[in-house]
């Protein structure tokens, strides 16, 4: 891509799609910009009736933000407005996710299981899980959603293999061959954000 198609772009931005101007900004990521721009009014006003004050709900949709960019190249474009409806589905979850956190005091408790991938935790005292659990969703957050999910599911919420399989519809071997193999994606995710 030479100057001018570069220039003709950057005059085109505010008539481009949201679904266009994310595809762009990973390749120039100055462009996001534009995106933030016109979501991030929005976005804050409804992170707001979820969390109850302002920072709070700053603190959601600069996640967001990170989150829609990290994850602009697995979002699949399904015609005009489907950027703003994946967009609000990232806000509301992370949303609730901060919103539960608050209410736990910030402390998100892991099952038993995760102390496989994190044998000392028990040790932790409460700052240092607080920081262990920040540390985990920057984890997840670099995972696919698939792998998260499930990980989420066993380790976080503590739901047996049984209880997950009736959840998504699958057998529990599936479930477990899932498990095994987000584990080794956090594992390598860990590595990666470490």
Do not use: C
């Amino acid at each position: 891509m030479g100057l001018l198609d570069s220039i003709e772009i950057e005059k085109k931005i505010p008539e481009l799609s949201d679904e266009v101007l994310l595809a762009e900004s990973l390749k120039r990521p100055q462009i996001f910009a534009e995106l933030f721009r016109r979501y991030e009014k929005a976005f804050l006003r409804k992170a707001e009736t979820v969390m109850k004050t302002k920072e709070g709900a700053e603190d959601v949709v600069a996640e967001v933000f990170t989150k829609i960019y990290a994850k602009g190249n697995s979002f699949v474009s399904q015609g005009e407005g489907s950027f703003k409806s994946w967009g609000y589905r990232i806000l509301m979850n992370t949303a609730f996710t901060h919103y539960q956190k608050m209410r736990r005091g910030g402390l998100v408790e892991f099952s038993e299981e995760f102390e496989e991938v994190f044998p000392d935790m028990a040790q932790l005292g409460e700052q240092e899980q607080k920081v262990l659990a920040d540390y985990v969703a920057s984890v997840f957050v670099r995972m696919p959603d698939s792998f998260s999910s499930i990980l989420k599911k066993f380790f976080i919420e503590g739901k047996t293999q049984e209880e997950i399989a009736n959840e998504e519809g699958l057998s529990v071997g599936a479930v477990k061959t899932r498990v095994y193999r987000a584990k080794e994606a956090f594992r390598e995710s860990m590595e990666n954000v470490g």
